[in-house]
């Protein structure tokens, strides 16, 4: 299900572009330019998707990763010392 | 001067909120840059979108739907709506809980160890800062412009240079000292609250406007059918042939009235007598103040009264667009005429426009309430300087040419919305999450606000386009992109409205500045000061005192680069945007390539600043909106190269130790 989430994601980055709408100013519904629509399902579509990703490709792993070891009340261990 | 006070009341409660929020400080370094990590997810939601959507969001991208039409929608907003949301799902929980693994609190002390390299700071934190700098401009640059805008007249005797209206350098002081007062007292508390404020608040306010807006202009649908009618090609990404014909003729015609000007004003090889003139005017309809010129020069032509060589002709075009006549003159421009596009290509002389504004139409420009003419009311008002501009503009410059939206432009802009991976505010916002599940609802919700935010800005944009008052366009040839929403919430509703909708606007605006004041106040002190200084030199009381005088800095600094020559609001936006973006591949690498190599970070952020310094330049510095490179968005290229050079590099240096690797993908 976690690769069908990611494939959907692909698919909305290819229909993004939808070159099928270049020229057509249709008015939908009287005022909505149908590109405008369309592009706004876009962003709907969007939204369902990650819904599907916290649903069923959501990290559970990192939350157990953090609580492990919550944060510290200072920075992370003087990094001069790596170089 | 109704607007000017509740714009007063909005910004005290706003002070309020911050000083409020303060109460709650816990007086510690962490509190004040991380909210100790108790942000849920609600407020997440608010912050992260309050902090994405910026003056871009609504002054841009209703200017820019003015300008280009309603594809601006796909080339932003709905892209932006997948990308985000992905950089939050695979970069931000998992930078989220490293951050609160490992205790950062800044984009660069995650680099420092995950690159095991220390100077990595020294590269990384003036490219974003200086990156965050032109973002800030946006907002303070567009705030000054809103505000001056919405309270033109608003006083009776005080800044007639700005047509009784607060100045914009006034109006950007003041948002930029509001925003820096809650934000120095506040730190990511209060800023995260007045985030969550001002995001409602706009909201809310947005789709008032929209509906305000569309009921002024006879309903939805009478407003788009103006447009389908008088500008087709903006409710679509090409061209239609009907706006094409219109522009065929309106360029005709300012051609033969260069073509008079210039063998009237500067040859002085004509001179109409007043019978000739009588006659053409008999025949002209007016439709513009100063109509008698273009009556003038259409008579001349068709009678045939003047003869001009090509050079003279050419030479004519560039004086009527206030254009810099090259010297020594073009030899390809003695023999033949110049296209509108090669004109555009020389640039318009500074000051030009003002001065011959000013010299025309001097004794009409007075106080916005007051008769032009006391004894005959019916004459109208006095005119402002921006509308004495406005029709200096129109009647004189050369129209606007339609022009498609290109495919690959428009493919290319999916690149923009990265920038959301490598901005330092949002890397901040997103360690402020209590849990890896506040994540979730800014993920899902995050395309939908967008949605709710923009569809409605980009219709007020186009609408503007073939908006009507009073029978005649509201907005002339040439107006000014960042002024348009302005213009039209003051135009079109009441001052008690148009004050609750400019505090709409600027919250938007604020909202934006504020995580970022914040942000580099902290990389200042973490990344710079305690880095470098020591951990132990300085108290939390000192890095916090240091975080504000840094804040204070930048402010000031910003605040300086607002009063020089103003950009279009989007194209410095996606500049600025692109420069993030370039740097998209080194932090997703970090997060998911074992085999990314210091060196091979190194050569990534070189060459995408280098390309991104090289393009900037290239595009006379946001001044070419319309800059491509090679058919695409200069961004497609800098991220390529960019990933090009990390990866090539990396494939060829050592690999970075086992102990990092371990500690940072201790799964595999």
Redesign the interface.
């Known amino acids: 299900m976690r690769y069908a989430v990611y494939g959907l994601?692909v698919v909305?980055?290819i229909i993004?572009?939808?070159?099928w709408?270049?020229?057509?100013?249709r008015?939908i519904f009287?005022?909505?330019?149908i590109?405008?629509l369309?592009?706004?399902g876009?962003?709907?579509g969007?939204?369902f998707v990650?819904?599907l990703?916290?649903k069923f490709a959501?990290?559970?792993?990192?939350?157990e990763?953090?609580?492990?070891?919550?944060?510290?009340?200072?920075?992370?261990?003087?990094?001069?010392?790596?170089? | 001067m109704t607007q000017l006070v509740i714009i007063g009341i909005y910004l005290s409660l706003l002070l309020f909120l911050g000083l409020f929020s303060s109460r709650l400080f816990k007086g510690?370094s962490?509190d004040y840059m991380l909210a100790s990590?108790s942000i849920g997810p609600f407020l997440l939601l608010m912050s992260i979108f309050g902090t994405t959507m910026t003056a871009f969001a609504l002054v841009g991208s209703s200017g820019e739907a003015y300008k280009e039409g309603?594809?601006v929608?796909?080339m932003l907003?709905?892209?932006s709506?997948?990308i985000h949301?992905?950089c939050f799902?695979l970069l931000g929980?998992?930078l989220?809980?490293w951050?609160?693994?490992?205790?950062?609190?800044t984009q660069i002390?995650f680099f420092?160890?995950r690159l095991?390299?220390?100077?990595i700071g020294i590269i990384l934190f003036p490219i974003l800062v200086g990156l965050v700098i032109p973002y800030l401009l946006i907002g303070v640059m567009s705030s000054g412009v809103v505000i001056s805008s919405i309270t033109e007249g608003a006083f009776e005797n005080a800044f007639a240079a700005y047509d009784y209206g607060v100045p914009p350098w006034l109006g950007s002081l003041v948002i930029s000292l509001v925003v820096l007062v809650y934000v120095f007292f506040g730190g990511m508390r209060g800023t995260a609250w007045a985030n969550t404020f001002q995001t409602i608040v706009f909201m809310i306010l947005g789709v008032v406007t929209f509906f305000v807006i569309s009921s002024k202009l006879g309903?939805?649908?009478a407003?788009?059918?103006a447009v389908?009618e008088k500008n087709?090609?903006k409710?679509?990404?090409?061209v239609?042939p009907k706006d094409r014909e219109r522009y065929a003729q309106k360029y005709k015609t300012w051609t033969l009235i260069a073509k008079y000007n210039y063998a009237t004003r500067i040859l002085k090889t004509l001179e109409l007598t007043p019978e000739q003139k009588a006659e053409a005017y008999k025949e002209f309809k007016p439709r513009m103040p100063n109509w008698q010129m273009t009556a003038e020069a259409l008579y001349a032509a068709k009678n045939n009264l003047y003869e001009l060589s090509a050079e003279e002709v050419n030479k004519a075009l560039l004086t009527q667009d206030d254009r810099v006549i090259p010297d020594p003159f073009p030899e390809k421009y003695q023999n033949g005429l110049m296209s509108h596009h090669e004109l555009k290509e020389y640039p318009r002389k500074a000051n030009a426009e003002k001065e011959k504004a000013m010299l025309i139409f001097g004794g009409k420009i007075g106080h916005p309430t007051h008769d032009l003419d006391p004894d005959d009311p019916s004459k109208g008002k006095k005119w402002t300087i921006k509308k004495a501009l406005g029709v200096y503009r129109a009647s004189n410059w050369a129209p606007d040419a339609p022009h498609?939206?290109s495919?690959l432009v428009?493919?290319t802009y999916?690149f923009v919305p990265l920038s959301v991976g490598m901005f330092p505010h949002l890397f901040q916002h997103w360690l402020t999450a209590r849990?890896?599940?506040t994540f979730?609802l800014p993920?899902?919700?995050?395309?939908?606000f967008?949605?709710i935010v923009w569809?409605p800005c980009?219709?007020v944009g186009?609408w503007a386009t073939s908006a009507t008052l009073n029978g005649a366009p509201m907005f002339p040839p040439h107006f000014p992109a960042n002024a348009v929403l302005a213009a039209m919430v003051k135009k079109m509703t009441s001052p008690v409205l148009a004050g609750f909708l400019t505090a709409g606007i600027l919250a938007a605006i604020m909202s934006s500045l504020d995580s970022q004041f914040l942000c580099i106040g902290t990389m200042f002190t973490?990344d710079i000061v305690?880095?470098y200084g020591g951990?132990d030199r300085f108290t939390d009381k000192q890095v916090v005192l240091m975080a504000r005088m840094f804040i204070i800095l930048v402010v000031a600094i910003t605040y300086g680069f607002s009063l020089l020559e103003p950009r279009r609001v989007f194209t410095l936006g996606v500049w600025c945007f692109s420069g993030f973006s370039s740097l998209f591949p080194i932090i997703f690498a970090a997060v998911y390539w074992k085999r990314l190599t210091k060196l091979g970070a190194y050569a990534g952020v070189l060459v995408a600043i280098g390309s991104w310094l090289y393009l900037f330049k290239e595009a006379k510095y946001a001044l070419n909106p319309s800059y491509t490179f090679l058919g695409m968005m200069p961004v497609a290229t800098m991220v390529v190269a960019s990933a090009t050079a990390m990866i090539l590099v990396s494939l060829i240096t050592r690999p970075p130790s086992k102990e990092t690797l371990v500690r940072f993908f201790?799964?595999d």
């Open positions: 994601v909305l980055i993004h572009q939808d070159n709408l270049w020229d057509d100013k008015l009287g005022f909505m330019p590109t405008l369309y592009q706004a876009i962003s709907m969007a939204a990650w819904f990703a916290t959501w990290p559970h792993h990192l939350e990763i953090a609580q492990e070891s919550p944060a510290q009340e200072s920075p992370a261990p003087e990094s001069g010392e790596t170089e | 510690t962490k990590h309603v594809g929608y796909g907003a709905s892209s709506g997948i949301s992905l799902f929980i998992k989220w809980s951050g609160h693994k490992y205790g950062y609190t002390q420092r160890e095991e390299s220390d100077r309903g939805l649908q407003a788009s059918d389908l087709p090609s409710l679509m990404r090409a239609d498609p939206m495919k428009f493919l999916f849990s890896a599940g979730k993920v899902v919700a995050h395309p939908l967008i949605m569809v980009v219709l186009v973490e305690v880095h951990k201790p799964e």
